[in-house]
């Protein structure tokens, strides 16, 4: 498995030099890659006083969703610096494609590759907040049909010098970007749970999985139901990464890592990030100082292991 950290960007000092620091000391750490969450816009609770409800039913994971009081960098900017400073694969675990249009996305992220000589790992997915996507003049309630085909048209944009159809929803007719990336195609990741046609959706299209659990002892008929579908499109199973996650990690048993780090790899995990948000921590020499000490535990793991991570 190759390890990385979840950038912990609502408990970051919201500065260029905190950012940088703390990229600086997960590759100093031997770390692999870095994974960022996404948010467009926040939602204040005061005024939509059913919004945890509504974050539930749409799918977060999180007792508290995050809202408007919580700081998110714009994900494709910041990949944008992170670039320039980092020799990390840079993550995006996800980036809610069905409130953007295609054209602009595929643009961003081709940018984003080229600028970090092909770095980029695009993970993408349907999103929850239906109240963002409100804002962002984009339709909840199709999101998912949706999705499929942006996919399809992104890695035309990329690997295509002019696309010449789009869809009902982004017209393309004669029409290109450039430069186009480093990786043609730039690997497409899609997050999925528990609905069976989002885990089909993986087998049949995505380059990798992000699970939305993150129990890997309960997520074995979840990838079972991707293996399955990847078959059926011809695909072969095995060649479908996965994305784990260790959350809360600095406020873990050694023991209980363990046994987490070995289940993630039991499953088959081809990656697995290192969270240290929600554990009390606060700015960038908390989170770091918190890294080198799971970074620490993870080599033990590892050679106990015989250095199968």
């Known amino acids: 498995m190759r390890l990385g950290v979840v950038f912990p960007q609502v408990e970051l000092e919201p500065s260029p030099d905190a950012i940088r620091r703390f990229a600086e000391a997960v590759a100093a750490l031997g770390f692999d890659h870095l994974l960022l969450y996404d948010h467009v816009l926040g939602v204040d609770p005061a005024v939509h006083t059913s919004f945890v409800d509504i974050a539930h039913r749409g ?5 508290k969703p995050y809202d408007v009081h919580d700081p998110f960098h714009e994900v494709m900017v910041l990949m944008g610096y992170l670039a320039a400073i980092s020799p ?15 054209a602009l996305v595929a643009k961003q992220a081709a940018e984003v ?10 993970g993408v997915g349907i999103g929850w907040n239906q109240i963002e996507f409100r804002a962002m003049g984009a339709d909840f309630s199709t999101r998912g049909a949706r999705i499929e085909a942006q996919v399809g048209l992104l890695r035309r944009y990329w690997g295509e010098g002019t696309v010449l159809e789009g869809t009902a929803e982004d017209w393309a007719e004669g029409v290109g970007i450039m430069p186009r990336p480093v990786q043609r ?6 997050g999925a749970g528990g609905s069976r046609r989002a885990l089909e959706r993986v087998g049949r299209i995505a380059d ?17 139901v991707i293996q399955a579908a990847a078959r059926g499109a011809g695909r072969a199973p095995e060649a479908i990464g996965i994305q784990g996650r260790l959350e809360e990690a600095a406020n873990r048993a050694p023991a209980e890592l363990e046994g987490e780090v070995a289940a993630w790899r039991a499953l088959g995990a081809t990656h697995l990030a290192v969270n240290t948000m929600r554990c009390g921590l606060s700015g960038v020499e908390a989170h770091v100082a918190a890294l080198e000490r799971l970074a620490a535990e993870l080599e033990r793991f590892d050679s106990a292991s015989g250095g199968r991570s």
Do not use: F, M
């Not at 600028?115 to 695009?122: N, Q």
């Open 208 to 224: 990798g999985w992000l699970p939305v659990g993150v129990d890997p002892g309960s997520l074995e008929e979840q990838l079972a």
């Open 88 to 102: 990390l694969e840079l993550v995006t675990g996800i980036l809610v494609l069905t409130q953007r249009g295609t």
């Open 185 to 190: 195609p730039i690997p497409v990741w899609l």
């Open 59 to 63: 799918g977060a994971t999180s007792a």
């Open 113 to 122: 590759d080229v600028l970090s000589e092909g770095r980029l790992r695009l």
